[in-house]
């Protein structure tokens, strides 16, 4: 009974670690977050020639969402083999919404 | 002599998706995201096509403020961590930290919405900037208004589950939907990312 309800409390503890571990790094996406928005913001009030800021302004757009999946949504931990396939389908479909509509409409 | 799972006391390391209906629910949920990202590709996609189609109306660069926008952004990436603070506390079975921690995001969320109401009545009062009012408008509005109507339903969403479930404590009931709400409220933050980036820094660049 004893040996019972010690392994439980190793496994609490270990669970414990590793989800404050979990936590940590999802505490430093979010600071990468912010200094991307940041910078994002930077540039446009810096007036940074568009040709330029453009560009960069969407990659970081683009990277931060990767980081609100990965680290937020969970989707770097196990059994999300499905979640990652039905997201990138998603993000597969939208960006060729996107593209046909801007090319499509031009009035 | 099992102990019983339903209890708070046992609960296994990831309650949310501990149970089969925890797990078709996670599955069913990432499902509907990935859909919802299409709706919000075509709703984008309009924007981009007539953000310059201003007829007599005020065009972007007249009507936005980079400092609210950033207010804004600033608030909903803050809600998204703390929401993921509330999950950290449930994984650790800790329900009364959870709530906590969800009533913060709740607080940001009713912020960000409070802000994105007063733009939006300042655009129409003080640039007769409307719905009606253009192309350009139409779509700002379609698409921002979206977004803004998502952030809505998730802060109701989590008042519900927060007011149903206070004298139940955390069980393997009510986990799986405490984690679904905070996926879609991640979601939304994604949107929003897209949003500030496209329609608001892009419009000032």
């Known amino acids: ?62 990277v931060q969402v990767l980081f609100q999946l990965y680290y937020f949504m969970h989707m770097n931990t196990a059994g999300h083999e499905w979640p990652a396939a039905m997201i990138y389908s998603g993000i597969f479909a939208a960006a ?9 409409v031009w009035w | 002599m099992a102990d019983d799972m339903l209890k708070s006391g046992n609960l296994p390391e990831h309650p949310e998706r501990a149970t089969l209906e925890g ?34 109306g005020p065009a972007r660069e007249d009507v936005f403020g980079l400092g609210l926008v950033f207010i804004m952004t600033i608030i909903l990436l803050t809600s998204s ?24 995001t709740v607080a ?13 009545v300042h655009y129409v009062h003080d640039y007769e900037f409307g719905f009606r009012t253009s192309a350009f408008g139409s779509a700002f509005y379609t698409l921002v208004g979206f977004h803004g109507a998502h952030v809505a339903f998730g802060l109701l969403w989590f008042i519900t589950l927060m007011i149903r479930n206070n004298k139940r404590g955390l069980n393997l009931y009510n986990a799986p939907k405490f984690y679904i709400a905070s996926l879609y409220w991640h ?19």
């Open chain 1, 1 to 62: 009974m004893a040996n019972h309800s010690n392994i439980n409390d190793e496994k609490r503890e270990f669970y414990k670690s590793r989800n404050k571990q979990e936590m940590k790094m999802q505490v430093y996406t979010f600071v990468m977050m912010i200094a991307f928005t940041l910078v994002a913001f930077g540039l446009v009030l810096a007036e940074v020639d568009a040709m330029f800021t453009i560009p960069i302004i969407l990659v970081l757009a683009g």
């Open chain 1, 96 to 104: 060729l919404t996107v593209l046909a509509l801007a090319t499509i």
């Open chain 2, 23 to 56: 797990s078709n629910k996670f599955m069913g949920f990432w499902f509907f995201l990935g859909g919802e990202t299409v709706l919000f590709a075509s709703l984008f996609g309009t924007f981009l096509a007539l953000r310059n189609s201003n007829a007599e």
């Open chain 2, 81 to 104: 961590l703390t929401s993921v603070y509330a999950m950290y506390h449930m994984r650790n079975h800790s329900f009364k930290k959870m709530q906590l921690w969800l009533g913060v």
């Open chain 2, 108 to 120: 940001l969320g009713l912020a960000f919405l409070g802000f994105e109401i007063y733009e939006f």
């Open chain 2, 187 to 205: 979601f939304i933050d994604v949107v929003w990312v897209f949003i500030f980036t496209v329609v608001y820094l892009m419009g000032m660049v």
